[in-house]
């Protein structure tokens, strides 16, 4: 037992043998290593049956990044709608481990809201429960263009060997809108145009007045462009409108106002569009581009040099051909 | 959210020393300040191609820089600009854009016209791996001068086409800047690297590229150039002289496929029209 050495072991000393035996059991059950592997990991209920994990703002190299964005659940009387799935294996299984203290009903349904590494690389962690997997009806093309990127940057993230397998694609997709049962309780599934990606979809639980925005809404995160900056102002306007108790963002706190809680986001895309038309209007390189283009956001928004560069270069790049 | 791009400062810092003990380096990196960047068996192959016995031994950077982003934000469309200062504009006789880790290294070969005032370049190109991106310019009498800089992207070769629909294949829209020295050359084209897959049918797509560009004034050449797949889908060219641009200016594209297509600026500053004037496409082969 020299290993041992390496850590205080004063408190463990009286029972050796029963800690050996606890994590032995700990390691021949995947589902309770996630949870082991994860202790932080905090649920909220923001109203009878619907549960968020906040993930932490930090950057996607960063230790940690796989549990970034805001996933849950949603509970009805029959069976569980689980709203993305983490940015890892192991934090699905740390969601799964926490739905299972809370309910033994099946998770009839695993929804994504879009394609990103953060909201879907947990998917595997569901497969045993065998739900159906739904998304944006432009999220199964959306999955295969990137699981390849997904392999090379996140193997880390996935069970070993990393597989494509485990980067899980819809079986059930949605055109325009979608309502799933889920025994007492409806949710209405809305597929977006372009707007952070090609595949953004919104999940309303109606009971509670709850709105999963995934990524469509940035809370003092900055905003990340996959799509395009205005469609994504556009369904800012739509969103708007909505009446809805509270908002569960992509990323960041909790919103009761919906309508207000778009306005940083709304300024800061409205900021991109027309700086980068401004340096097109003038000639100016993307370099330029980068380094003048909403400058004064800056000081409003966390991560921003990870994000803002790319955001204006794809803006660039499609405003130079409208 | 994509990461985009991990530190592998180590081996580079291992490589460079490699570089400065092996090659005999060490004083061109600490003369130039710019030196920190790798060599690598492309840039020996290509140096021997290109440069035998040339002493590639620098001025400063006033006069000549090469600006690329250390992390990239598109590895598909890296901005690269390259500045001469005023003792090299009207000087500079030809110039090499080479990435040495893509799998075609020689991004662009630009002949300058003699006379022609190019203070500055602008392009974007693919990168497909972590690599140094060189810029060599052949001075009018015969020196060499290089700059590098080492950028950190990956895929930029393999990264699948846009979907972007506006425009037309070989539509040129021209944008100068408001004093006239600049002007911004947006080429409608995909560019193909021929290491790319549709991802709908998951077939490779055939290489399909700029081979050719010249931007000339009432007939007499300015500055043409070699291209290849190195350049970004819709590839663009930023120039920029230390006086106004000549007007009108034309710009010839030939293709891969031996397409050609022109397009033409009349003389009309940004602030008149609504940012460009377009120009259309010419036929094709």
Request: aromatic share 6%.
């Amino acid at each position: 037992m020299q290993h041992r050495a390496i850590r205080p072991a004063a408190r463990c000393a009286p029972f050796p043998h029963a800690l050996s035996w606890a994590l032995i059991a700990l390691l021949l059950q995947p589902g309770a290593i996630a949870t082991a592997g994860a202790p932080d990991f905090q649920l909220q209920q923001l109203a009878p049956g619907v549960f968020v994990h906040i993930g932490q703002q930090l950057a996607l190299d960063a230790p940690g990044h796989d549990d970034i964005a805001n996933i849950g659940f949603i509970v009805g009387t029959r069976c569980v709608a689980v709203i993305d799935t983490g940015g890892s294996v192991r934090i699905g299984r740390a969601l799964l481990a926490a739905i299972r203290q809370r309910t033994r009903l099946p998770i009839c349904y695993v929804i994504n809201t879009h394609v990103h590494v953060d909201h879907v690389l947990g998917n595997a962690a569901f497969a045993p429960e065998r739900p159906k997997f739904v998304g944006h009806a432009a999220l199964t093309a959306a999955l295969a263009r990137s699981r390849d990127f997904f392999l090379q940057q996140y193997p880390e993230d996935l069970d070993q060997p990393p597989s494509a397998a485990q980067i899980i694609g819809p079986d059930i997709t949605v055109d325009q809108t979608l309502e799933l049962e889920l025994g007492g309780r409806r949710l209405s599934l809305r597929a977006w145009p372009l707007a952070h990606t090609d595949c953004d979809l919104t999940v309303l639980d109606n009971g509670s007045g709850t709105l999963w925005t995934g990524d469509l809404l940035f809370r003092d995160r900055l905003p990340a462009v996959d799509g395009s900056a205005s469609g994504w102002l556009r369904v800012l306007d739509e969103l708007a409108r909505l009446r809805v108790t509270r908002a569960v963002p992509g990323h960041g706190p909790i919103a009761s106002d919906l309508s207000m809680a778009l306005q940083p986001e709304r300024r800061y895309l409205r900021a991109l569009i027309d700086g980068v038309r401004d340096q097109l209007a003038r000639g100016g390189s993307m370099q330029q581009a980068i380094a003048q283009v909403a400058a004064a956001e800056q000081p409003q928004w966390l991560l921003w040099d990870s994000t803002h560069a790319r955001n204006v270069a794809h803006v660039y790049e499609q405003m130079e051909w409208q | 959210m994509h990461a985009q791009s991990m530190s592998h400062a180590v081996p580079q810092a291992r490589a460079a020393v490699l570089a400065c003990l092996l090659l005999g380096l060490c004083g061109v990196a600490s003369a130039t300040g710019d030196g920190q960047t790798p060599s690598s068996g492309a840039w020996e192959y290509l140096q021997r191609e290109f440069y035998p016995d040339r002493n590639l031994g620098l001025l400063d950077e006033h006069f000549m820089s090469l600006e690329a982003p250390a992390n990239t934000p598109d590895p598909a469309a890296t901005p690269l600009t390259l500045r001469f200062g005023d003792a090299a504009v009207g000087h500079i006789r030809q110039i090499r854009v080479i990435i040495d880790n893509n799998p075609s290294p020689v991004a662009a070969t630009f002949d300058v016209a003699s006379g022609a005032r190019v203070a500055e370049i602008g392009l974007r190109v693919r990168i497909d791996r972590f690599t140094s991106v060189r810029a060599i310019a052949e001075t009018t009498d015969g020196r060499f001068e290089m700059r590098s800089a080492w950028v950190n992207a990956s895929g930029g070769c393999s990264a699948p086409p846009s979907t972007l629909t506006a425009g037309s294949l070989g539509e040129i829209r021209f944008r100068p800047s408001p004093d006239g020295r600049s002007m911004l050359i947006s080429i409608r084209h995909p560019n193909n690297s021929g290491f790319q897959i549709d991802p709908r049918s998951g077939e490779p797509i055939a290489a399909h590229y700029v081979s050719h560009l010249r931007f000339s004034s009432d007939g007499r050449t300015l500055l043409q150039a070699d291209t290849g797949i190195s350049l970004s889908e819709n590839p663009s060219l930023r120039i920029a002289s230390d006086q106004p641009l000549p007007a009108p200016i034309a710009v010839d594209v030939i293709d891969s496929a031996d397409a050609h297509f022109t397009g033409r600026w009349g003389g009309a500053l940004a602030g008149n029209a609504a940012g460009s004037a377009a120009a259309g496409a010419g036929g094709t082969r």
